[in-house]
T-cell receptor
Framework: DTEVTQTPKHLVMGMTNKKSLKCEQH?????MYWYKQKAKKPPELMFV???????INESVPSRFSPECPNSSLLNLHLHALQPEDSALYLC??????????????FGPGTRLTVT | AQSVTQLDSHVSVSEGTPVLLRCNYS??????LFWYVQHPNKGLQLLLK??????LVKGINGFEAEFKKSETSFHLTKPSAHMSDAAEYFC????????????FGKGTRLHILP
């Protein structure tokens, strides 16, 4: 199974809502990533988890809160978002052998709209 | 510090003709290089990767890329374009040092003309 799944596919939320994005993989990968992608732009790395520990946080605002409850699951908790946070949120996973130089497998993304 | 430059934001080719998508990188050490493809409203799919083995790398769907250290390039090619190749292509560099980073190029939109 080389699939990364993400739920929901689409999410519309108000600025006062709290919601969560979910990501799951069963490839035995021990690195998982969250990216944000605006239209016609490359993905921007937000967070990296390695062996269920947060290893990279690219200065993301605290209204985004990641969580890695186990080696197969990755969540992104959202609270008090702004309209400019509307984007495609991509999850990815990869092997870890001391670096993050291995290829990543991406999920299809969650299209988030903040109203 | 790493960087990656995709030299063309848009490339148009006719169906059945060769494709060339250009990527230059800068790296102070030994980079790993990747090409990903993204179809509209989809996630990214790995096309191919270079990780210090053979310099000519073959990927999926007939794509190839050649790592040229002297030119710091990793251009993506395909002998004959198909309509289904129309998509966004990203060149990515990742480096083995203490500041592990994944750097995406800005992307190249490939248009296939009938």
């Amino acid at each position: 199974d080389t699939e990364v799944t993400q739920t929901p596919k689409h999410l519309v939320m108000g600025m006062t809502n709290k919601k969560s994005l979910k990501c799951e993989q069963h490839m035995g990968h021990r690195a998982m990533y969250w990216y944000k992608q605006k239209a016609k732009k490359p993905p921007e790395l937000m967070f990296v988890y390695s062996y269920e520990k947060l290893s990279i946080n690219e200065s993301v605002p605290s209204r985004f809160s990641p969580e890695c409850p186990n080696s197969s699951l990755l969540n992104l908790h959202l609270h008090a978002l702004q309209p400019e946070d509307s984007a495609l949120y991509l999850c990815a996973s990869s092997q870890v052998v001391g670096t993050i130089a291995y290829e990543q497998y991406f999920g299809p993304g969650t299209r988030l709209t903040v109203t | 510090a790493q960087s990656v430059t995709q030299l063309d934001s848009h490339v148009s080719v006719s169906e059945g003709t060769p494709v060339l998508l250009r990527c230059n990188y800068s790296s102070s050490y030994s980079p790993s290089l990747f090409w990903y493809v993204q179809h509209p409203n989809k996630g990214l799919q790995l096309l191919l990767k270079y990780t210090s083995a053979a310099t000519l790398v073959k990927g999926i769907n007939g794509f190839e890329a050649e790592f040229k250290k002297s030119e710091t390039s990793f251009h993506l090619t395909k002998p004959s374009a198909h309509m289904s190749d129309a998509a966004e292509y990203f060149c990515v560099v990742s480096e083995l040092d203490r500041d592990d980073k994944i750097i995406f190029g800005k992307g190249t939109r490939l248009h296939i003309l009938p």
